[in-house]
């Protein structure tokens, strides 16, 4: 069990740190985006794009740091059964795509005020996301 603790702790450190590599570079560009007053981007009829591209970076910049931080609790804290660690682990590294992904593809090929069939996977991983953090919730506190 330690060693399975020890890959998951580090698979989540790669992947929060590669993901919060990818997050703040979709800032840097959308804030690049901003500075040369790309039309695409800050048009009024773009609105609804750069608030999904906005809360793309803000979610998947958070949930990488979440991944992290996950890094270090599993290998310390809390009592898991193997199935509910590679579960969550699971669960939130999905999240962690699904989430940020959905939101960005809602702004793609958006209308005025709908965004594209992409923000469907906005409450998929949501919904990954919240299973993943109350099962970590219930092994740090009630353990098995």
């Given at each position: 069990m330690n060693?399975?603790?020890?890959?998951?702790?580090?698979?989540h450190q790669i992947v929060g740190w590669w993901g919060l590599f990818v997050f703040l570079?979709?800032?840097?560009?959308?804030?690049?985006?901003?500075?040369?007053?790309m039309g695409f981007y800050l048009d009024p009829e773009h609105r609804l794009r750069r608030l999904l591209?906005?809360?793309a970076h803000a979610?998947?910049?958070?949930?990488?740091?979440v991944q992290i931080t996950f890094a270090f609790t599993v290998g310390s804290?809390?009592?898991?059964?193997?199935?509910?660690?590679?579960?969550?682990?699971?669960l939130l590294i999905d999240g962690?795509?699904?989430?940020?992904?959905?939101?960005?593809?809602?702004?793609?090929?958006h209308t005025e005020v709908d965004p594209s069939m992409g923000v469907l996977l906005v409450p998929i991983g949501a919904v990954l996301l919240l299973i993943a953090v109350g099962l970590i919730a219930w092994s740090l506190t009630r353990g098995e």
């Open positions: 060693e399975l603790r020890q890959r998951i702790a580090r698979r570079a979709l800032g840097f560009a959308l804030e690049t985006l901003h500075g040369f007053k591209w906005t809360l979610h998947g910049t958070l949930l990488a740091l804290l809390g009592r898991w059964t193997e199935r509910r660690l590679k579960l969550v682990s699971f962690l795509v699904l989430l940020p992904v959905g939101f960005f593809l809602g702004g793609i090929g």
